[in-house]
């Protein structure tokens, strides 16, 4: 079992993940946004055009590969179902004790007939810093040529130089975004953690990753 286990820890390229950034093993960074959709069929022609080429322009400002992802899921109703059940102990009512049981019925039943899918974006946005590291020595070496810093400190301050890159790049995607009319929120640690944990274990109840206001 432990040979299992390791042999499919060598096919995650992830080697941590810290504030809110992905590590790579190649020591690439990667931040995930989760992005509201569009429903481009509701709108008139002429706002399908803006739409599209608003896009168009978006794409074209970014000197960066940007990668766009669709996770499509049956929708998981259990929860819903609990806090239904938990009403219908509750409730002393019995004409309404009735209507309760007969829609978590309804339900139950709708569900299993119905195949409902619930649709997430992410826009995943990369900063490969590797390239330049190698070539030149190490980034902190030449920053800080005749630092006493430990080897601790040295890779957390070139993690924070790398990751404000990131984030600059991240701040152009949301901009970018939101003039078309799509919200983003960036996922934090402990949601790209069951993010990539509901990839490799779809099988799994998931756990729910909402936007929040911004």
């Given at each position: ?107 139950k039943n709708f569900t299993e007939n119905v195949n409902m899918m619930t649709n997430h974006f992410f826009g995943v946005v990369p900063y ?87």
């Amino acid at each position: 079992m432990a040979l299992n286990a390791r042999a499919s820890q060598d096919f995650v390229p992830i080697k941590e993940i810290q504030d809110g950034v992905v590590v790579l093993k190649d020591g690439g960074l990667r931040a995930i946004l989760m992005a509201s959709s569009v429903n481009i069929s509701l709108k008139s022609q002429d706002e399908q055009t803006a739409i599209l080429l608003q896009f168009q322009d978006f794409l074209n400002t970014l000197d960066f590969s940007l990668q766009i992802t669709l996770q499509s899921r049956k929708y998981d109703v259990t929860s819903y179902i609990s806090i239904l059940e938990e009403k219908l102990r509750d409730q002393t009512e019995p004409l309404l004790k009735i209507q309760t049981q007969e829609y978590i019925q309804f339900i139950k039943n709708f569900t299993e007939n119905v195949n409902m899918m619930t649709n997430h974006f992410f826009g995943v946005v990369p900063y490969d810093p590797t390239t330049f590291s190698k070539s030149s020595g190490g980034l902190m070496s030449k920053i800080f040529p005749s630092s006493n810093l430990s080897e601790e400190e040295k890779s957390r301050e070139e993690f924070e130089l790398n990751k404000s890159q990131l984030e600059q790049r991240v701040d152009l995607v949301e901009q970018g975004l939101s003039r078309m009319g799509i919200r983003t929120a960036q996922l934090k640690t402990d949601e790209e953690v069951e993010l990539f944990y509901r990839v490799f274990n779809p099988g799994d109840a998931e756990a729910k990753i909402q936007i929040g206001d911004k």
